[in-house]
């Protein structure tokens, strides 16, 4: 294994290569591969080229024209803090645990056909549409979506994991 200021002036010189900015890179997103694909493929770091990421970490500089999709040590070392990368995908990780888990949640049924579930001391709201083909819609704290990654809601499944973005959103891993 490299050691780490080698594996720095790595990711460096191929930053370099590119006329890319060293440092003060910023995430701008967070994806979970899982989440993405199916396929169980995980993703190459456009940086170093480690071809088993996970958690992309999509980093961008205002001098630079494009965005870079790396793993967690190389968006430490263009943000210039690995601790600080570290700790996104540790709660990416959580969250990730949480989103597995949130499937088996107990939902009650309402006399009106919706669902209600309690999830930290609010209530989520699956309300059923059966006007042409049967859609559904999530409300949470005044928000309701009909839709999840960009896709209609047309099954109950679908309207849980749309339930579990609404109430545990990245960007809460992304400004913790």
């Known amino acids: 294994m490299m050691s780490s200021s080698a594996y720095i002036s790595r990711c460096q010189k191929e930053l370099k290569e590119w006329n890319a900015p060293l440092s003060d890179w910023y995430p701008t997103d967070l994806i979970d591969i ?6 169980n493929s995980l993703f190459t770091c456009e940086l170093c080229g480690c071809s088993r990421v996970r958690f992309v970490h999509v980093m961008e500089h205002d001098l630079y024209f494009e965005s870079v999709s790396v793993g967690c040590i190389c968006a430490g070392i263009m943000e210039g ?20 888990n949130f ?31 049967e859609h559904y819609g ?29 109430v545990d959103p990245i960007e809460k891993v992304m400004n913790p």
Request: charged letters at 30%; proline letters at 3%.
């Open 81 to 100: 803090d690995i601790l600080a990368a570290k700790e996104r995908e540790r709660l990416m990780k959580n969250r990730a645990r949480r989103k597995r």
């Open 103 to 133: 499937p088996k949640r107990k939902w009650k049924e309402t006399p009106n056909g919706n669902y209600i579930l309690m999830y930290k001391s609010s209530y989520i709201q699956m309300i059923c549409s059966n006007f042409n083909d």
């Open 34 to 39: 899982e989440d993405e694909n199916s396929s």
């Open 138 to 166: 999530v409300s949470y704290n005044g928000k309701t979506v009909w839709k999840h990654k960009g896709r209609p809601i047309t099954s109950f499944l679908a309207g849980v994991y749309a339930a579990f973005d609404l």
